[in-house]
């Protein structure tokens, strides 16, 4: 085990956050009862904004950044973990309050630490990561709600082409739901008819002021989009139809009334994955491993050297990643 080795960290410079390839040392690790040795992370939006600066997503200086990490523990204080288990983390606040993944060796409490499921490998839980795992919590939490039905009315995706959205596509459509994949970007409809979307509204379309109440059309909905996208996707729903919040990639904003709400009884879900508890963490896997076709996982991934964090980090910021990225940190 090398004592020093190549971390990706976040920095004060003159009052602003800033990030940098650095060397750190396992002692300069924090004090945490499992040392993993990280053989992958991936490049989740969030990401994109603590790499770039554009986000203040580090609440505290120095922060290696980095919000997944999958791996095979090297040492542990605790007893439910054992050298050479293969494991993952995601979210439990990494790049905001605890060192994250970006980091060959990162120390992680216990708690944190999920089993690798038997159905992936440590390359394709990372293809997964926070974005699909995200994802599955969605489609957990819209079939709780009981709005929505195999062969029933269209299940709407926003933001489809990208982490959230593609996972989402694929996992409806595994389960029988009728997804209709809102895109900016037509050149990826092959890809998503290829996850299994049936039906697509162009991102534009949504975008546009409407009507508090609209045609409806939608039982259910995941939407990593937020602002006026969320609006006229509520506009749009279905008598007692459900839709997840569970991003900003267009806007934190959400500009609407509340007569979709008390008109058509429609329920807006949110879902944080950062904090949720064990027992939803292992649904969604559960699912995820389940329902995710290897072959849709395989073609949903692109695998790139630690070094191209800075570029990635920039890419999926401007919308321009297809899919998910995993960073190989071996
Ligand atoms: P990606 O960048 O991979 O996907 C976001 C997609 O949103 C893009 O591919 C694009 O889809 C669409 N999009 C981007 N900008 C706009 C815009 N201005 N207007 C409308 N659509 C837009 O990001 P992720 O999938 O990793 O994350 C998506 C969101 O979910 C982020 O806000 C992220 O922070 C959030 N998130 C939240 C989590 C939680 O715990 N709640 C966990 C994980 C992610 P297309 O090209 O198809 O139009």
Redesign the pocket.
Known sequence: MSSAFTAFVIEDQGGKPKGAFKPVALSELPDHDVLVEVAYSTV???D??AVTGKGRIARKLPMVAGIDLAGTVVESRSPDWRTGDRVVVN?WGLSETQWGGYARFQRVRPEWLVRLPDAFSLEQVMGIG??GY?AA?CVDALERWGAIEPGGKEVLV????????SVAVALLAKRGYAVT?????PE?HDYLRGLGATGFID?AA??ENGPPLQKERWAGGVD????Q?LVNALAQMVWGGAITA??????PGLPGTVLPHILRSVALLG????MAPASRRAAAWDRLARDLDPAHLAAMYEVHPFGDLPELAER??A?R????VVLDLS
């Open positions: 989740n939006y969030k994109g904004l979210g926070t974005a995200t919590l926003t933001g489809a082409a990208g982490g959230v959205g994949a809102s895109t900016g970007r990826t991102r949504l975008l990593p989009v937020g602002g996208t569970c991003g900003l990639a267009g806007s879902i944080d994955s950062v999926i910021l919308g990643i297809r899919g998910r």
